[in-house]
């Protein structure tokens, strides 16, 4: 990615982040709680769907302490319809990836939530949803992701999409898997 389109998708430009994970911490699942809430009150019947993702969403996995969260509505692409209420809620806008399934990304001032947002219809959707499930089913895939996910996190990233492009190659993985067994049964 250009510099350019960089700063055309990332509003704001590239942050230079250290990478910290902690222990899964219980509490997590509140969080999202919270902040689904606060989304579907923002957006009201415009949130078609609010889902935890991400590995704060997965019992027993150490991750960065961000809630991710999966937001749909009708059109993602149609910022007018949605984004003013986020912000509103207290969310900024990061992302806006046009070329990427209309995938927008806001978050709140203290970078503790992440809310992806997508359209109905988008293979990302399911993607987000396999690869959650199936590292709260198997055991030693969450540990081999978690292994993965220690070892970048020791090295330091010109920000945190670098360090998300270097899990690509095990996260893909996880998620073949995950489709493959759902297609078997």
């Given amino acids: 990615m250009s510099d350019e ?11 230079k982040v250290v990478i910290s994970l902690s222990e899964y911490d219980p509490a ?8 689904a809430e606060r989304v579907r009150t923002a957006l009201g019947d415009t949130a078609l769907r609010v889902e935890h993702i991400g590995s704060t969403s997965v019992p027993g996995l150490a991750a960065k302490p961000i809630i991710d969260m999966l937001v ?12 003013s209420a986020l912000e509103t809620a207290g969310y900024q806008l990061r992302v806006r990836e046009p070329d990427f399934h ?3 990304m806001v978050r709140t001032p203290e970078r503790d939530v992440h809310v992806h947002i997508f359209s109905p219809g988008c293979p990302e959707i399911d993607r987000y949803l396999v ?6 089913q198997q055991a030693d895939e969450r540990a081999r992701y978690e292994e993965t996910k220690r ?4 090295e330091s990233w010109s920000d945190m999409n670098a ?5 690509t190659e095990v996260i893909e993985s996880i998620i073949a898997a995950g489709m493959r067994d759902r297609d078997d049964s």
Avoid: M, Q
């Fill in 5 to 15: 389109n960089t700063n055309e998708v990332l509003i704001g430009g590239v942050e």
């Fill in 131 to 136: 690869f959650r499930d199936r590292l709260r």
């Fill in 28 to 35: 997590w699942p509140d969080r999202f709680e919270e902040h």
């Fill in 163 to 167: 360090y998300a492009e270097a899990k």
């Fill in 72 to 83: 749909v509505v009708p059109d993602s692409g149609d910022e007018s319809s949605y984004l």
């Fill in 151 to 154: 070892k970048f996190a020791a």
């Fill in 102 to 104: 209309e995938h927008r």
